[in-house]
């Protein structure tokens, strides 16, 4: 149901690109789907491995159709922005492979997509560090395109900085060479020149 709605936007509207968001699984599933598993295994004995293999095969099904009835328009998604817990060293919060079923480094490795836009909406420093996880989230993408994503929205929040934050992401990125930009969340932070970043943006950054 899902790839044929987006196959149907592909199809009938002059778009450049189709892109979802993170939520696949909702968090804290238990045997909802019990019966399901058990009448279409698809020669899986672990209930995860088959929950992370429905995902999969829907991010492919998307990317195929989508080759398939415009192939210059780009598929991509943005997963929350830690892979596993400890993964890469250091970096501590929830893990999405196992708490959403979402395995975005099989979808790279599968080249089911075009690129890839993981939620990196933190700073630098502390137990989501944005030095650790973009590195390492740069060296999976496997041919395709990685556009880290920037938490411009949360631009003033105590935990996160002003938007000076946002710029030393920016300019960390073009040192890295494996970024080929970044998707700033949302547009209204943008337009709405959220402590001062479209300044930034225009005046420096993207002058």
Do not use: M
């Not at 189709?18 to 909802?32: K, L, M, N, P, S």
């Not at 929830?94 to 990196?120: E, F, H």
């Not at 494996?178 to 300044?199: E, K, L, S, V």
């Amino acid at each position: 149901y899902v790839s044929g709605v987006i196959a149907d936007v592909v199809r009938r509207y002059d778009i450049d690109g189709a892109h979802i968001d993170d939520y696949f699984y909702v968090e804290g599933i238990t045997t909802q789907d019990a019966n399901t598993f058990f009448t279409e295994p698809r020669g899986f004995s672990s209930l995860a491995d088959w929950r992370r293999d429905n995902v999969n095969l829907l991010i492919k099904q998307i990317y195929d159709s989508t080759r398939a009835i415009k192939p210059w328009v780009k598929w991509g998604v943005s997963p929350r922005g830690i892979w596993r817990n400890g993964v890469p060293p250091g970096i501590i919060g929830n893990d999405n492979y196992n708490s959403i079923y979402c395995d975005a480094v099989a979808w790279l490795q599968a080249r089911s997509l075009d690129y890839i836009a993981p939620q990196l909406y933190w700073r630098f420093g502390g137990n989501q560090d944005y030095g650790l996880l973009q590195p390492w989230w740069s060296s999976q993408r496997n041919g395709r395109h990685f556009y880290p994503g920037l938490a411009t929205y949360r631009i003033g929040e105590t935990a996160f900085g002003q938007a000076t934050e946002i710029a030393r992401q920016i300019r960390f990125n073009r040192t890295t060479g494996n970024t080929q930009g970044a998707i700033q969340f949302t547009a209204n932070n943008i337009t709405g020149n959220r402590g001062g970043i479209t300044d930034s943006l225009q005046q420096d950054l993207f002058r």
